[in-house]
C-alpha cells in the first residue's frame, strides 16, 4: 500500500527551499479526506502549489468536482492543517483547474485500477 502523505506526481515549487516544511504540511493534509472519494487531498493531487514567505503561505487547492458539497469544509480543514503544520498565517487559495483521475497519486490510481502510460 501506498503512503498517503506522499503524491509522487506532484511537487511544489516550495518543496526546493523548505523540503521539510513541505514534508509536515503534507503529513497534516493527509489527514484532510474527500468525504465522497475516501481519499486525503494529497492522494487526490488537489493541492496543486504551495507558496511560503516568512510571514504567510499561500496555498492554491482544487476540488474534483466544481459543485462538491463538502468545499466549504475541506478548504477550511486545509487551512487549519496548514496553519498547524507551518505555524503561520495560511491563505488557501481556490484554483479553476478542472481535477482529472491523472493528477491522483500513481499508487492510489493502480489499487483503483487505473493504468497510467
Do not use: H
Amino acid at each position: 500500500m501506498n503512503d498517503p502523505t506522499e503524491n509522487k506526481s506532484l511537487r511544489w515549487q516550495a518543496e526546493e527551499d523548505y523540503p521539510e516544511l513541505c514534508q509536515k504540511l503534507r503529513e497534516n493534509l493527509s489527514e484532510v479526506n474527500d468525504p465522497e472519494l475516501g481519499l486525503n487531498i494529497i492522494q487526490l493531487g488537489l493541492i496543486r502549489e504551495v507558496t511560503i514567505e516568512p510571514e504567510i503561505v499561500t496555498i492554491r487547492m482544487i476540488l474534483t468536482t466544481p459543485f462538491c458539497p463538502y468545499a466549504g469544509n475541506m478548504l477550511e480543514m486545509t487551512r487549519e492543517k496548514a496553519e498547524e503544520a507551518l505555524d503561520r498565517p495560511v491563505t488557501v487559495d481556490l484554483g479553476l483547474e478542472p481535477w482529472d483521475l491523472s493528477m491522483m497519486d500513481e499508487d492510489v490510481g493502480n489499487e483503483w485500477g487505473l493504468l497510467y502510460p
